[in-house]
């Protein structure tokens, strides 16, 4: 699906308009994926537009940054407030999706290069809809498990969100589309479940919520811990740990979690049947929770949501 673009984008500072916001063909992470980057989601509420737990996205966009050693120009302050006025500048009354993106931009070439290339960063938003489930959401998706595994864990790290990481997820994610399947899940080099190429899976069984814990190659996900977080807190129990291919077969059902995708049901995988074949109690009782936090009819006790002043002034728009 094309981007449907907005009006600014806010790039090193300031805002410019959509179609200014470019770099340089030479920018390092063109070449070798030196880039971390975030999905946020801002929500619809009764009380106006909130996104939905800025302050952990951008906590997760310095971590990334941290591992890879990219030096960052601006505050976790600066990055949320850039957030808000991107939103606010865009009028995405609706909610929308942002992208911040942090690179090593135009300056040295060469994988480790002496001097560091200049940081760029920029942050971009848009009304994005359901990511996986066009029409399939009270039936769930059908998925496959790759036949590319995911990075060992010491190659690329996972818990980094990190552009060159997607590579792996693209992977996984073509191959499944090419076979017809909405998603593929990447085992671990263990053999164990990892994750899907965008999202972190679980897997219900006999009343418990089991998820691959961190150690399995998967991200961070915070849908994966708003969803732990919830199901514990309606006395589910949960364990994060190994997850072998084939209870992804005899579980009672699945899900996916994640910013883009939200909470989906999964089917079937590798055509067999999950359950019932359609979403689950289990899966039903988190997705309302879930989606309850933007209603109001789940209070949000945990702060995760934070208010977009829509009226606030952008600062100065750059000519571009
Ligand atoms: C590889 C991968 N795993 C999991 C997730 C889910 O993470 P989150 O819930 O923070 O969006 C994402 C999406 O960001 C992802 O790209």
């Not at 399947?181 to 990892?194: H, K, N, Q, W, Y």
């Not at 691959?212 to 309606?234: C, N, Y």
């Amino acid at each position: 699906m094309p981007i449907p673009a907005t009006q600014f984008i806010w790039f090193n500072g300031k805002l410019v308009p959509w179609e200014k916001a470019t770099v340089h063909v030479l920018s390092h992470a063109l070449h070798y994926g030196s880039s971390v980057f975030e999905g946020v989601r801002a929500y619809q509420t009764p009380n106006g537009v909130a996104i939905f737990r800025l302050s952990d996205h951008t906590q997760r966009l310095f971590d990334s940054a941290k591992i890879y050693r990219i030096p960052m120009a601006y505050s976790p302050e600066q990055i949320s407030s850039a957030c808000h006025e991107v939103i606010a500048a865009n009028g995405l009354t609706r909610g929308g999706y942002m992208r911040p993106v942090v690179f090593r931009g135009y300056g040295e070439l060469g994988v480790a290069p002496r001097n560091d290339p200049p940081t760029e960063v920029a942050i971009a938003a848009w009304e994005w809809g359901r990511y996986l489930s066009q029409d399939t959401d009270e039936l769930g998706v059908d998925v496959c498990v790759s036949s590319w595994q995911r990075v060992a864990p010491n190659t690329l790290p996972a818990l980094a969100k990190a552009g060159g990481n997607y590579l792996s997820g693209m992977l996984i994610g073509a191959e499944a589309r090419r076979l017809g399947f909405a998603e593929g899940i990447g085992l671990s080099t263990d053999g164990t479940v990892s994750e899907g190429s965008g999202e972190n899976i679980f897997v219900v069984k006999n009343g418990v919520l089991m998820t691959p814990a961190l150690s399995h190659s998967v991200l961070s996900g915070i849908t994966r811990d708003t969803v732990i977080q919830l199901a514990k807190e309606r006395g589910i129990e949960v364990r994060e740990c190994a997850i072998p291919r084939e209870l992804l077969y005899l579980a009672d059902e699945l899900f996916f979690t994640g910013t883009a995708a939200e909470i989906i049901a999964i089917r079937s995988v590798d055509r067999i049947t999950v359950g019932n074949g359609r979403r689950g109690p289990l899966t039903d009782t988190l997705r309302n929770a879930f989606f309850g936090l933007f209603t109001g009819q789940t209070p949000d006790k945990w702060g995760w949501l934070e208010h977009v002043d829509m009226a606030a002034k952008p600062r100065a728009v750059a000519a571009g």
